[in-house]
């Protein structure tokens, strides 16, 4: 029987071990999409306790709690870290065989050099140990970012954002890269009208516009385009249930957009019409520029009225979707393609019912102009765990070039979610050393070695050309 997660935790064979230790183990974290707070590192933050670094905005967390009959005021509410740090270790027990039980123990172990097991018994413990070592300056989220080994973060940011501390962050030297990525979801959320306008209202302030043609809404979008450029970002995201292709002309859709405008409610068919003009113009803005674009499909978003209405979006409260997906995805890309304005893309499901689709798709338009210029994205969301990596990465191996995968992110609003990278690391190096053992793949470690150092950070650190 094995120890509970020592150093050759998920690794089944001496390959795996060779390959994880050897190889992994020593790459630099490329974090090329996550939902962290750019403030935090422009101002170097000590968090005060284990409670706001590790559940502060947490909804996998959230979630746990909820299921394990938590009041939500443990979760979101007024309670006390403590309290809510309490509650958490209440239901740590029973998150056995969920990702939550690996990740917690791997990040006490990690940052905090902590091997107990996280229960009632031992809460008050690790909380005040975990809280010593955070008041100290080696815990500052800085030296959190050094400690785990990372080179580059992306973050997630509007089209409005000022990106001032981003430039703070460069301006101070700070060695590990710490870019926007450009996330404009509000600028085609026509569906309620209200929000959509005064957004508009801000983009036409923010981007010294007037906005009252469509035309003028794509000038104002490209210049905040050129200026996030101008800020180091090379990287787009859009969050979709699933890709839009409907067939529109430029008329009908300066016609959709004063209609929205002035208020009015449009048509299901109006909405899909105009996010589909706008994903092809985000495409042709990122192309211009040589950007990746990066499409997360297949959520299905603020399932429960009552609690989106009391706790907002990103609570806990979304699933999977089983929309229609390959042949709007299809359609999309070709479009683009058809118009020499395909760029870099990394397509990423939610549902894993697509991950044969989504392996496949990505073959339909990689044109030899930069190896795998077309990505099956990680495992996302609910699917970055063990059983959803595995799948991921055999559906790629089968139909795609495992060589060419741009490897792992956190997806996460922790600093201390940098663990997520060795996890997908070891169950990788499993995968691998176990074709090995069976006689599946040469045991060829120079070959294997090169393969893995790939995925893990240098396939990432060439394919986005952050420089």
Known sequence: MKNFMDEDFLLQTNTAKELYHNYAAKMPIFDYHCHINPQDIAEDKQFENITQVWLYGDHYKWRGMRTNGVDERYCT????????????????????????????????????????????????EIWDECNAKLQT????????????????????????DSLNYHRQIKND????????????????????????????????????????????????????????HDNGCRLSDHGLETALAEEYTEGEIEY?????????????????????????????????????????IGALRNNNTRLFNQLGPDTGFDSIGDFEVARPLSKLLDKLDREDKLCKTVLYNLNPRDNELFATMIGNFQDGS?????????????????????????????????????GMLTDSRSFLSYPRHEYFRRILCNLLGNDVENGEIPHDMNLLGNMVENICFNNAKEYFNFG
């Open 77 to 124: 509410g007024d309670a006390s870290d403590w309290e809510k740090f309490e509650k958490w270790a209440e239901t740590v027990p029973y998150t056995l065989r969920n990702p939550l039980f690996h990740w917690t123990h791997l990040e006490l172990q990690r940052f905090f050099g902590i091997h107990k097991i996280l229960s009632p018994e031992t809460a008050k």
């Open 137 to 160: 300056p080696e815990y500052s989220v800085r030296n959190i970012i050094r400690m785990a080994n990372v080179h580059t973060i992306c973050t997630t940011d509007d089209p409005v």
């Open 173 to 228: 030297g700070f060695e590990v890269n710490v870019l926007p990525a450009w996330r404009p979801d509000n600028a085609m959320a026509v569906e309620n009208v209200t929000a959509f306008n005064k957004y508009i209202d801000k983009l036409s302030s923010v981007a010294e516009i007037e906005i009252k043609t469509f035309n003028h809404l794509i000038e104002a979008l490209d210049k905040r385009h050129r200026f996030f």
């Open 256 to 296: 959709i957009f004063n209609r929205v405008r002035s208020g009015e409610t449009l048509t299901r068919e109006s909405v899909l019409k105009f996010k589909s003009a706008m994903l092809v113009e985000f495409g042709i803005m990122d192309h211009s520029r040589g950007w990746t674009q990066q499409f997360h």
């Open 370 to 406: 930069v190896p795998g210029k077309i990505q099956y994205g990680s495992g996302w969301w609910f699917l970055d765990q063990k059983n959803g990596m595995e799948r991921q990465l055999n559906a790629l191996s089968n139909l795609g070039l495992l060589s060419r995968f741009v």
